[in-house]
């Protein structure tokens, strides 16, 4: 079974641009969550998409969005960047009816 | 404070030594735990999953949970160099729409030959 995709692996970006960020979950999965992770913050939740809406949100600021499709694919974009929203984001498969989350390889954001 | 502690390491052992890492928590509600291992640069993979309190056994990996002293460990038995990476220790609520995971903050392992 394929694993949780991620694109794309790297990007560069300046401040005050957007970005979007794509994730693929394991196939049957309907549930996605991203995460951020920071040096100094660790690994903190984003929010948590399931059957095409948003279940669950966790404490960012609006500019932090995201959606997902109804073949579970996800989608999180981030406008007007700012260079504390450099880090990796990582995105989680599940099922969804609780069990295991299992997550992508990660999105590492530079802002300049 | 912070809802999960786990402290940051690092912790170099020799290889074939049994290791153990552990997290306090602060909220008695949690009811699912975790440990992922993260390499440099990869994101974080599951190496134990396990429901309210007790033992789980993998391989050489184990996890013990204990809700009434809110504190996780795990063990890895005759440790590798491979072993070398960082271990989060996470947990979730029982509620289908409370299911986002609040991590550690990693413990760094080392390994050496």
């Known amino acids: 079974k394929a694993g949780v995709t991620q694109t794309p692996r790297y990007l560069i970006k300046t401040r005050g641009q957007q970005v979007t960020l794509s994730c693929s979950p394991i196939s049957g999965h309907r549930s996605v969550s991203w995460y951020q992770q920071t040096p100094g913050q660790g690994l903190q939740f984003l929010f948590e998409?399931?059957?095409?809406?948003?279940?669950n949100k966790g404490n960012f600021p609006g500019r932090f969005s995201g959606r997902q499709f109804s073949n579970s694919r996800s989608e999180m974009n981030v406008s007007t960047l700012e260079l504390g929203d450099s880090a990796l984001y990582l995105c989680?498969?599940?099922?969804?009816?609780?069990?295991?989350?299992?997550f992508g390889p990660g999105t590492r954001l530079t802002v300049l | 404070q912070k809802e999960v502690e786990q402290d940051p390491g690092p912790l170099s052992v020799p290889e074939g030594a049994i290791v153990s890492l552990n997290c306090t928590y602060s909220?008695?509600?949690?009811?699912?735990f975790m440990w992922y291992r993260q390499y440099s640069r990869k994101g974080p993979e599951l190496l134990m999953y396990t429901y309210s309190s007790g033992n789980k056994e993998d391989g050489r990996f184990t996890a013990q949970v204990d809700k009434s002293s809110k504190y996780i460990s795990l063990f890895i038995r005759d440790s590798q160099p491979s072993d070398s990476a960082t271990y989060l220790c996470?947990?979730?609520?029982?509620?289908?729409?409370?299911?986002?995971?609040?991590f550690g903050s990693g413990t760094r392992l080392q390994v050496q030959p």
């Open positions: 989680a498969s599940s099922t969804g009816q609780g069990g295991e989350q299992f």
């Open positions: 996470a947990m979730s609520f029982s509620d289908t729409g409370r299911r986002a995971l609040t």
């Open positions: 909220n008695s509600a949690f009811q699912y």
């Open positions: 998409y399931f059957s095409e809406t948003q279940r």
